[in-house]
């Protein structure tokens, strides 16, 4: 039997002891869907479309993750050929197509996010100069978050500050001058507590922002992904109380507005669905769901002194992407079976409960046939 979003979970109500599976058993996986990559997907110009969402510039930083994990010694210099192979063909895509400040910022679907990549693997791989120039173009591109259309993750201001974070972690240097990364924050607080201001919105909620016109809750175009990033800055959240306590406020308003009727945990895709009297149309996906909102909460759950109240979102929250989670658009991320297996190894990370380390495992069975 299946739904109309998704399979259902053969394994509910199944939860042994998670038994590890050998190092070697995953890593002889990995090859061998490395191996489909580059038979399937060549590191072309015409395939660097789409930057790292769906572009040769996702697979780059995939080469370029794993040849840094150090888990494939064997395979490193491969990896690393790969990794510029791919990265190339996207810079080659991105230079024969007209440029807008929207695909400047862009981080996830945009040659902001083509930069970053490109700067991570040439740095990578010991070419400085490379990397300094990719690095630059990125940090250049701040300037044009000032007038820049949105503020969410795939084009916006949040996504830019997503890079940003990216690359100090990885390349240990100061990307943007603290005072320009504040300008970029406080103008997200700007525009989500203008946008706000409009709106005519029973709760104590400060903030909230619109995407092509709705005023999305989930990860990828909307309210809790634009939060999370906002709650990795910890130095501007921290600036004064009135800050704190307004991120605060919307991340309880997105808590409040992620329990259907029936006392389910779920996301409707926008603000609009979820204030209807039946809650709306509810998704599990990492872009507008369920999978993607836990990551705001977990984030949450850190920065407010470990109030168990997130944390018991994220677990509930689970509870729904065990239920819901084996999706039928494929084994991505963003709206497939990869997103909902992440999220059984955030809360191992939480909860130290092996029963998730079980839950991934069986996803990334399903995701595999």
């Known amino acids: 039997m299946s ?23 995953y890593k002889s996986r990995v090859i061998e869907m490395v191996d489909k990559i580059l038979h399937n997907l060549k590191p072309t110009p015409a395939n660097g479309k789409g930057g790292i969402y769906v572009g040769t510039a996702g697979i780059a930083y995939m080469f370029y993750y794993l040849a840094r994990s150090g888990l494939y010694p064997d395979h490193k210099e491969r990896f690393l050929n790969a990794a510029k192979s791919y990265i190339e063909s996207a810079l080659e895509y991105d230079r024969s197509n007209i440029s807008s400040k929207r695909k400047q910022i862009g981080f996830l679907h945009g040659e902001g996010g083509v930069h970053a990549v490109a700067a991570l693997v040439f740095y990578y791989i010991g070419d400085k100069k490379a990397s300094d120039k990719h690095l630059k173009v990125y940090q250049s591109s701040s300037l044009c978050c000032k007038d820049a259309e949105y503020d969410e993750l795939f084009v916006g201001r949040a996504g830019y500050l997503l890079g940003v974070l990216l690359l100090q972690r990885h390349l240990k240097t100061e990307v943007l001058p603290s005072k320009e990364i504040d300008k970029i924050f406080q103008k997200i607080l700007k525009t989500g507590k203008k946008f706000r ?161 079980y839950r991934a495992h069986k996803v990334q069975v399903c995701s595999s046939t």
Request: proline share 3%.
């Open 197 to 357: 201001s409009k709106l005519q919105l029973d709760g104590d909620i400060p903030l909230m922002f619109e995407y092509h016109g709705k005023m999305y809750l989930g990860a990828a175009h909307g309210f809790s992904g634009i939060l999370q990033v906002l709650l990795c800055f910890p130095q501007l959240l921290n600036k004064d109380g009135n800050t704190l306590t307004m991120i605060q406020q919307s991340v309880d308003y997105l808590l409040s507005r992620c329990v259907d009727r029936d006392g389910n945990f779920n996301v409707a895709t926008n603000l609009q669905s979820s204030l209807s009297q039946d809650g709306g149309k509810h998704l599990v996906h990492w872009c507008h769901g369920a999978a993607g909102v836990i990551y705001t909460f977990a984030k949450a759950y850190f920065v407010f002194g470990k109030d168990p109240k997130y944390l018991e979102a994220c677990v509930k929250l689970g509870e729904t992407v065990w239920k819901l989670g084996l999706l039928k658009k494929g084994p991505g991320i963003c709206h497939g079976v990869a997103g909902s297996g992440y999220v059984f190894l955030l809360l191992y990370r939480l909860t130290g409960d092996t029963k998730y380390l």
């Open 3 to 25: 739904h109309a979003r998704y399979f259902e979970n053969p394994f509910l109500g199944m939860e042994p002891t998670y038994k590890d599976t050998t190092h070697e058993d």
